[in-house]
């Protein structure tokens, strides 16, 4: 990647500013020169200041290297240039539950379920919080939460290291009743004697 960093730093000033170039000159400068990067950014914002497809390239990069507050105005740009997207206050809850933030994953969570109920990331994000927090009151009712309102199969959380300090708690114990009690049929109460009466049927002529 330095040499294609190199090879684009030869172009002609008008061929470096073409969009296709300026894209390679970003994949290239993420893998060897964060200063270049940075620079090359800022550049194309000025140049192409409406292109989102910018900031959507940029968060990883800036969260990967611990950039977190350039991550974010890169996540806020893009719900501007998108008109609003549930998924992003979850790439929120991310960047700042990597920082050791967890009462704001909550939030932004919480408010990408409500816009969207079938999200699956943000409920697995909730699920990850409480992990990290070692919550077992949380994480079972975040496993139940998942469970009845998304319907996903959970692999044995045994095999799952995350899961190591959950599974030796009361709470796991609670998680592996309520699968026991979920997989029981479930019986019909027998008919009442009202129910098994046929229809009243008035006669005709008859009164009231």
Known sequence: MKEALALIRGMRPETKKQKVVFLMRLRAAQQVDAKEFTTAIDEYRMLYPKHSGLDLLSIGYYTIKKDFGRALECVDR?????????????????????????????????????????????????????????????????????????????????????????????????????????????????????????PMVKKPGSGS
């Open 78 to 198: 893009l719900e501007t240039a998108l008109g609003g997207d549930p998924y992003l206050d979850v790439t929120r809850a991310g960047i700042n539950d990597i920082q050791g933030k967890y009462e704001d994953p909550r939030r932004l969570a919480r408010r990408a379920i409500e816009k969207e109920p079938t999200l699956v990331p943000a409920y697995l994000e909730l699920l990850g919080v409480s992990l990290m927090e070692k919550n077992h009151d949380d994480t079972l009712a975040m496993l139940k939460e998942i469970d009845r309102k998304l319907h996903l199969q959970m692999n044995d959380l045994t095999k799952i290291p995350d899961y190591a300090g959950f599974v030796k708690s009361p709470q796991y114990k609670g998680w592996l009743l309520y699968l026991e009690q979920k997989s029981k049929p479930r019986t019909r109460p027998p008919a009442t004697a009202v129910e098994n009466r046929p």
